[in-house]
């Protein structure tokens, strides 16, 4: 390759300037004790920061008790929840990334069991995983899916206190270190319930059509731009198509608003909203099964949103390759490259990208103590194709 790789090229975003293009999702662990993080959020989230990913998410964090996923969830409603945090974000900075959170609510998904448990709705009061089980709720009074608690429809007086949480919720994350920030308005958690048809059946100002069904979101980025600083980005995840009433054209309009309202970033994903995975449908409209979803299955969506909104996005979904998420790059169609289960599975993913696309320069991302015994492992002819020079 002729030219340094995008890849591994810095990104200023406001006063931030992100090592490389590559970012660690959000990655829910259902390990927190009561909201507060334990060692395991730290394990977790030091390793990525070891492997050189530019910027390392903490999971969706709620922003209130009930808008946890699981009882097992990251929250960032208390300082005490914040203080336990600092370590980590302390961690991340010192080995060259950026610390970033998620800030999120479960809305009508939440108080269900761990993915390993099947992540399902948990009975009113259940202690099976720690806090015990609660009443979910929702723009309406639509339950998620059959067997699903119906959620309590928000009063317009509980949906402000709600934006009062998001914005306490980014206070608190600064506090915590974190440097930059994302509100969670994808897969059917409340902020995208708002969005939907499906499940926002509201006729106040907070309903109707999608102006209405945006308010919500739109009242949330702004309270959180306001109480996060100025010279830190802000992104927020979308699902830029659900299967079931929110497409493309309401999501490039929807950019343009978060645009203006201080967002620098939109994250594209998609689904969600019935419970069901994200997915590209295929070609004769029905839905794609997880194995049928091809590399990059995401991208068009990060493309069209960069292109109609003029804002920068990141790509993700079955991004897996070195050079796949290079061409991604160099073909103007993202920002930046989220990657989520091929991280968890290889953590040290971004090193071993570097090796292919920039051999020359491969060894500059490993940590020093690591780097002198992979230079080593190279000279031993063990089979990498790290740089062999001595740092």
């Known amino acids: 390759m002729s030219q340094s790789p995008l890849l591994f090229s810095p990104l200023k975003i406001r006063g931030v300037t992100l090592p490389n293009r590559v970012v660690l999702s959000p990655l829910c662990m259902y390990s ?15 390793t990525f920061a070891r492997g050189n990913v530019g910027l390392v998410f903490a999971e969706a964090t709620a922003v209130e008790p009930r808008g946890r996923i699981t009882p097992r969830c990251l929250g960032i409603w208390t300082d ?21 959170l998620q800030i999120a609510h479960a809305g009508r998904k939440a108080s269900a069991s761990p993915p390993w448990d099947g992540g399902k709705p948990l009975p009113l009061g259940d202690t099976t995983w720690g806090d015990p089980s609660w009443q979910v709720v929702g723009p309406s009074a639509v339950p998620l899916n059959d067997g699903w608690q119906t959620p309590d429809a928000l009063s317009e007086a509980e949906i402000a206190d ?23 308005g994808a897969h059917g958690y409340l902020i995208h319930s708002f969005l939907s048809p499906l499940s926002n059946q509201r006729n106040d100002g907070y309903g109707g059509d999608r102006a209405g069904r945006m308010r919500f979101a739109l ?47 939109v994250d594209c994903s998609a689904g969600g909203i019935t419970g069901a995975p994200a997915f590209r449908a295929k070609d004769d409209g029905s839905p794609a099964a997880s194995g049928d979803r091809p590399p990059g299955f995401q991208v068009p969506y990060a493309e069209q949103v960069r292109e109609e909104a ?18 991604i790059l160099q073909e103007g169609r993202a920002d930046l490259i989220g990657i989520g289960r091929e991280l968890m599975y290889d953590p040290f993913w971004a090193l071993r990208a570097a090796e292919t696309l920039d051999p020359d320069n491969a060894q500059a991302g490993w940590p020093d103590q690591y780097r002198w015994a992979i230079v080593r492992r190279a000279d031993l002819g063990l089979g990498n194709n790290v740089d062999r020079r001595a740092p």
Do not use: C, N
């Not at 994350?173 to 509100?183: N, P």
């Not at 659900?242 to 978060?258: A, H, I, P, Y």
């Not at 003029?310 to 061409?327: C, F, L, N, V």
């Open 32 to 46: 927190a004790e009561s909201g507060v993080a334990t060692d395991w959020q730290f394990a977790h989230l030091s």
């Open 80 to 100: 005490e929840q914040a203080e336990a945090l600092k370590p980590t974000t302390r961690f991340i900075e010192s080995m060259g990334s950026v610390p970033g």
């Open 162 to 184: 709600l934006v009062t949480a998001f914005a306490d919720a980014a206070r608190r994350a600064v506090v915590a270190g974190f440097k930059v920030l994302e509100i969670h």
């Open 219 to 265: 009242e949330v980025t702004e309270a959180v731009r306001a109480a996060w600083p100025e010279d830190l980005p802000l992104f927020f995840r979308i699902s830029a198509v659900d299967g079931k009433g929110w497409e493309m054209e309401d999501s490039v309009v929807l950019s343009r608003e978060l645009k203006a309202r201080g967002v620098d970033v």
């Open 310 to 327: 003029d804002m920068k996005t990141m790509a993700i979904g079955r991004i897996i390759e070195a050079q796949q998420a290079e061409d």
